[in-house]
């Protein structure tokens, strides 16, 4: 398991974009040399906690429990053979692509080691927005395919900050004792609300914005509801 880029964007106007000003950071590129990873501060504050890049819509990204955004390679060659293009690392705004890490069927809370310094924790799935769809030129019905396929990538927050470069080896550090998956939590939050109940046994590692999401639809509708 290996890390084969880190991308990073710079703040750019755009027509498709719901930021106010315009401009969005999705267009991420790969960057040479070591890269600085830290915690980049609370979630409508902080931003992206990876050095250089650029998260501009704070509303929906960047903090501390999405610092960090990880889709696999393995996926992008998924989606190059149907949409019939090229995708280079980084396209879909991903800040590690990796190889060989089954990054949707990590469980909430895993925690990975990149190079000799740097541990993430995975904290949710990534919730599909127009931007996504705006930058890929698939405005029709992306966000309604790229949910059903249901391989969304993994927001992760920064345990221990450290350097990572293209070519470090990713090892899992650390496996929770639940069975909620990125998989898991990404149905919950858009297409089987019924898991919801489930995606609590995550605890305290859960992205904050699902734990709050779960457990207001619990209040309404109980632990049975489908």
Request: charged fraction near 25%; hydrophobic fraction near 35%.
């Amino acid at each position: 398991m290996k890390l084969l880029t880190v991308n990073a964007g710079r703040p750019a106007p755009v027509e498709y974009t719901g930021h106010p000003d315009g401009v969005t950071g999705i267009d991420k590129q790969p960057v040479e040399g070591p890269v600085r990873v830290v915690e980049p501060g609370p979630f409508g504050q902080g931003g992206s906690g990876v050095a250089g890049d650029a998260v501009c819509e704070l509303r929906f990204h960047g903090g501390t429990h999405q610092a960090v955004y990880a889709f696999a390679r393995e996926e992008l060659d998924h989606w190059e053979r149907e949409l019939g293009r090229p995708l280079p690392n980084g396209a879909f705004g991903e800040n590690l692509t990796t190889l060989g890490l089954d990054v949707d069927g990590a469980l909430i809370g895993e925690r990975w080691r990149i190079g000799p310094d740097l541990v993430l924790e995975v904290t949710s799935g990534r919730i599909p927005c127009r931007t996504f769809a705006g930058h890929l030129g698939e405005r029709g019905n992306w966000m309604k395919r790229f949910t059903t396929h249901g391989a969304s990538g993994a927001y992760l927050r920064v345990v221990e900050p450290g350097e990572i470069r293209a070519g470090d080896p990713v090892e899992v550090v650390h496996r929770p004792d639940h069975d909620v998956t990125v998989g898991v939590a990404f149905r919950a939050a858009t297409t089987e609300l019924g898991l919801l109940a489930r995606v609590l046994t995550a605890g305290d590692a859960l992205n904050p914005v699902l734990r709050e999401k779960a457990e207001e639809y619990l209040a309404k509708y109980g632990s049975g509801a489908a």
